[in-house]
């Protein structure tokens, strides 16, 4: 048995360079994940450039600022990037940590 259009397509009509088509509902979704993902993208990259400008302004002598700087490198996957950021942001007691001098002395 046959599937009609209608059951494969959704109602949905688009207009791409003046031709109207039905798109499938996969096809749709797909667009979306793919269009969420580049806004995911770009806006962790803002949020690390962002990050990268406070911590340029921050004594590299602590070490949790020396680790935030490895971890913030250009050489280091965008997903550790990602990762390093959310901790940052997420962690009230690190971010104190790291813009309070540190108190321990002799390291």
């Keep these: 048995m046959f599937h ?3 059951e494969i397509f959704t109602p949905n ?12 509902k996969e096809c749709m979704d797909l667009d979306q994940m793919l269009t969420e993902a580049g806004q995911t993208y770009e806006k ?3 949020e690390i450039n962002k990050m990268k400008v406070a911590i340029e302004r921050l004594s590299t002598s602590n070490l ?6 490895f971890r913030l490198d250009a050489n280091s996957s965008l997903s550790n990037q ?12 690190l971010r104190r940590q790291i813009f309070r001098p540190c108190r321990r ?3």
């Design 13 to 24: 009509v688009f207009s791409l360079q003046n031709k109207e088509y039905e798109k499938c």
């Design 105 to 107: 002395r002799g390291n």
């Design 64 to 69: 949790r600022v020396k680790f935030l700087k």
């Design 82 to 93: 990602v990762h390093a950021v959310d901790h940052f942001l997420r962690s009230g007691k």
């Design 4 to 6: 009609s259009s209608s």
């Design 44 to 46: 962790n990259q803002a």
